[in-house]
């Protein structure tokens, strides 16, 4: 750089001035920064101040504030929109009690697990506070065991809304738990506290309170319970639904375990007292809360309603991160309006038959027994009718005995028999119950396939005492036996394993290892038998072969899956899927949905049970989507339909050896209807599922305790019939919808492939020729291979020789049958089969000369 002629010192002068300004603006602007920084700290703080303010101002009045859940009435319409039930809070049960009632062990169950510093702090907690923010900021939903003692019963009672789905909402929510929680200390000591807390908190199955939940679990008040009981109702408060301790025991008695560990560590209780709870077997004595009769002023609901509501608060968890708590309150004291498709002329319908006593065969019930015995030390034991019937078992050395009776006589004399054997001098009878119950027992669920509504449901037969009674329709898992044949086998092999209507198996006991598969029908096997004849007569062989050399159980789990079915196991993926044996059973409503897909052109979906849900100030909070997605090819579907048509209204082809269709009694006059029968012999269930091209409906029969009984029964389909014929009585008949991705060709039943004019319909060929259908481009382009035609000599019954009079000369034809099967016991086949030698050898009674005319 060139300074010219500058002198030095007026250079370094200038660039002294430079620096000199460069520092000062350099200082002016850190000066503007700071005081931009310390005004955006002033006015933040003033903006935080005043939104907290604001927040506190909105913050409920803690004077009017009443920890009791109090609200307005939810009612319940159907798709007509007229009200079918009402929650009303003034009616519901609560079951309360003082803190003096309430077992010290019991309350530091819930303070040690629950709040450890509740003795100590003023309402809050911030490990408690910091734990539940960071919980509800990544997983946007609440839990009601977050946060201090105080603030459970805050949120739970006072912001009974749920929820917040914003993190603004969330920071409101959570400012106002703590500024009331701190506001409530000040007015209320510990033991009141702590008193509404354990008298207002969802412990499961609808129970509110500590006293509830004693009364529903053992059957016995609050005040009565034993340490290991109370560490049970102390697991379930972390999670009532993954805690349940009667559906989810495993779960229940792990975390009640960790609740013992803290009670040991805080020195809560001693060692010998942490072992004795350890050991002791408290499930066993459980309530069945399926038959919970305990009294109670709430509204009994229908088993529909009750599914609706089950329905609202699951999705109220799920979609809107309500915790069991706040759903439970909303629901019940909430005024909501729940808005359901329920068809209210059908589900009358369904009520009259399913509970008609003229369907049923007379006059069988089982024992609903509940007996609480108090002992001199204190100790207390229930007794149930399973305790009952083990006594009879022991006693009578019969064990077969399974709570049927049909005199009641009988049974009171048994139950006097079984109350002498454990009530004991000095021993006090708390409380008796003996209610008898219908037998056997009935579910059904009706579906519109098109769109999964629920139009009409039943949990069971006689009147139902109790909202917590089991609901036989969505609870009771049974064998579905062969009426999962359609599901577990030929639908996967229709669908993904190349095989049509027409393929074949051979119709005869098969044996492995651990089972064996025979059919329910005690006539002799068919012999060669196509898919379309083992879905009409439901052969339970023809599935497990099907499986067995074709699908494998593997695929068959998944499509099941695919189908809905929630219950099966690892241990189900066995040869056991094709004919509905299975570890854990499956629910009526869960067949009926899928039997529905079907119905639906091979679409599943999820049975929807409300449709929208308005808050009291009109705004809807929920609205329930469609869940539906395709399992099957609608060729796939329309195949199965056909068939199952077959099954309700096919021709007797096969009458003369005594085997008939398995929907026959379920047709309906002018009326398409396509559907399949199930039976399982070693639990006494029966089915039949069916549908119309309107609805899809399931019936479930059978008794409460698993009961072998005969097979030939049918009552249950004629219930079937009489519902589908007045629920379609003036309706058209749209006929169902079929794939126009098919082809058609005359088949032989034996082979399964084209038939042979002449010979597969021939008289001697115990073969059926008829009209198959086929996915486009599966039919079958080869001719019957298992018919063959032979010329008979009348007067050797050998075949004909060029010698033989053409009079003596039959036209005969036989079945060519795999050796593999002719070897094993005989079949309606085996009596056409080709004799071994008859191709071997010629008449030897006619030699020499020409034939006569």
């Not at 408690?128 to 946060?147: E, H, K, V």
């Not at 972390?238 to 989810?248: A, D, G, H, I, T």
Request: hydrophobic letters at 35%; proline letters at 4%; charged letters at 20%.
């Amino acid at each position: 750089m060139n300074f010219g002629n500058i002198p030095v010192k007026a250079r370094l002068n200038a660039s002294i001035q430079r620096s000199r300004r460069l520092h000062q603006i350099g200082f002016s602007f850190f000066k503007f920064i700071l005081f931009c920084l310390i005004s955006f700290i002033i006015i933040g703080t003033v903006c935080i101040y005043g939104m907290i303010r604001g927040i506190l101002d909105s913050a409920p009045d803690i004077s009017s504030i009443n920890m009791k859940p109090t609200g307005y009435t939810t009612n319940i319409y159907d798709a007509d929109n007229h009200i079918t039930a009402s929650l009303n809070h003034e009616d519901h049960e609560r079951e309360e009690v003082s803190f003096s009632e309430i077992p010290t062990d019991l309350i530091q169950a819930f303070t040690i697990t629950q709040d450890p510093n509740f003795l100590y702090h003023h309402g809050n907690d911030a490990k408690q506070s910091l734990r539940r923010i960071i919980y509800g900021f990544f997983y946007n939903t609440a839990s009601s065991s977050f946060g201090t003692i105080t603030q459970q019963l805050i949120r739970n009672n006072v912001f009974n809304g749920g929820f917040k789905k914003s993190l603004g909402e969330r920071i409101e929510q959570s400012i106002q738990e703590g500024y009331l929680a701190a506001r409530l200390k000040e007015r209320l000591d510990k033991e009141s506290i702590l008193e509404l807390y354990l008298n207002s908190i969802n412990l499961g199955s609808n129970t509110v309170g500590v006293q509830s939940a004693a009364l529903h679990y053992f059957n016995k008040n609050v005040s009565e319970l034993t340490l290991s009981e109370c560490t049970v109702l102390a697991a379930t408060a972390f999670n009532p639904s993954l805690y349940n301790p009667v559906k989810q025991q495993q779960k229940n008695a792990e975390e009640r375990k960790k609740v013992l560990d803290e009670l040991l560590t805080a020195q809560a209780i001693s060692n010998e007292q942490y072992q004795e709870a350890l050991a002791d077997p408290v499930y066993d004595r459980l309530q069945n809360s399926s038959y919970n009769t305990t009294a109670s002023s709430e509204p009994i609901l229908s088993y529909y309603n009750e599914e609706v509501i089950n329905s609202v608060l699951f999705d109220l968890q799920n979609e809107l991160g309500y915790n069991e708590t706040q759903a439970y309150n909303l629901v019940h004291y909430g005024g909501l309006s729940i808005y359901t498709p329920m068809d209210a002329s059908i589900q009358s319908i369904v009520d009259e038959e399913i509970n008609s006593l003229k369907n049923y065969p007379d006059g069988e019930f089982s024992l609903n027994y509940t007996l609480v015995v108090s002992h001199p030390d204190g100790t207390t034991n229930t007794y149930t009718e399973l305790d009952v019937k083990t006594f009879y078992q022991s006693v009578q050395h019969i064990s077969d005995f399974h709570n049927i009776f049909s005199n009641e006589d009988f049974m009171n004399r048994l139950i006097q028999s079984f109350r002498e054997s454990v009530v004991h001098e000095h021993d006090t009878i708390l409380s008796e119950t003996i209610n008898t119950i219908p037998q056997p027992q009935a579910s059904m669920s009706i579906i519109n396939q098109r769109n999964g509504y629920v139009l009409a449901l039943s949990g069971g037969r006689g009147k139902r005492s109790d909202n917590l009674s089991i609901d036989r329709a969505t609870d009771s898992m049974r064998q579905p036996g062969s009426a999962f044949s359609v599901l577990s086998s030929f639908a996967p092999a229709l669908d993904l394993c190349g095989l049509t209507l027409a393929s074949t198996y051979y119709d005869h006991p098969l044996h492995t290892s651990s089972q064996s598969f025979t059919n329910w029908q005690e006539t002799p096997s068919m012999g060669y038998a196509t898919i379309r004849q083992g879905i009409s007569f439901s052969l339970n062989t023809i599935a497990a072969q099907c499986m067995s050399e074709t699908v494998t159980p593997a695929v068959s789990y998944d499509y099941l899956s695919q189908f809905g079915f929630s219950s099966l196991t690892a241990e189900d993926k066995s040869l056991s899927l094709s004919i509905g044996s299975l570890k854990n059973g499956v629910t009526n409503l869960e067949m009926t949905a899928a039997y529905a897909a079907i119905a639906n052109e091979g679409t599943y979906t999820k049975p929807i049970f409300y449709t929208t849900v308005v808050d009291r100030n009109g705004k809807i909070i929920l609205e329930k989507e469609h869940n539906s997605y395709p399992v099957l090819k609608d060729t796939t579907a329309t195949l199965l339909t056909d068939a199952m048509e077959d099954s309700v209204s096919g021709e007797d082809y096969w009458k003369e050896y005594g085997i008939t269709h398995t929907g026959a009694e379920c047709k309906v006059k002018g009326m398409d209807i396509a559907g399949t029968d199930g039976v399982s012999p070693s639990t006494g269930d029966h089915w039949f599922i069916g549908y119309s091209p309107y609805v899809t409906c399931g019936i479930w029969s059978g008794y409460d305790d698993p009961n072998p009984t005969e097979q030939s029964t049918s009552y249950y389909k004629q219930i079937w019939q009489t519902v589908m014929k007045r629920i379609h009585q003036g309706l058209s008949n749209p006929e169902f919808l079929h794939s126009g991705n098919l082809e058609s060709a005359l088949i032989c039943s034996k082979s399964g492939l084209l038939a042979i004019e002449g010979t597969c319909n021939h008289s001697t060929s115990n073969s059926i020729v008829y009209t198959e259908y086929f996915e486009k481009g599966t039919a079958p382009t080869q001719y019957c291979n298992r018919h063959t035609k032979v010329n008979i000599c009348t007067h050797s019954n050998m075949q004909a020789g060029k010698f033989c009079p053409i009079n003596q000369i039959e036209e005969h034809v036989y079945l060519i049958i795999d050796p593999k099967h002719a070897s094993g016991l005989p079949t309606e086949d085996s009596n056409y089969a080709l004799p071994d030698n008859l191709l071997k050898s010629i008449c030897t009674l006619h030699h020499g000369s020409e034939p006569e005319s």
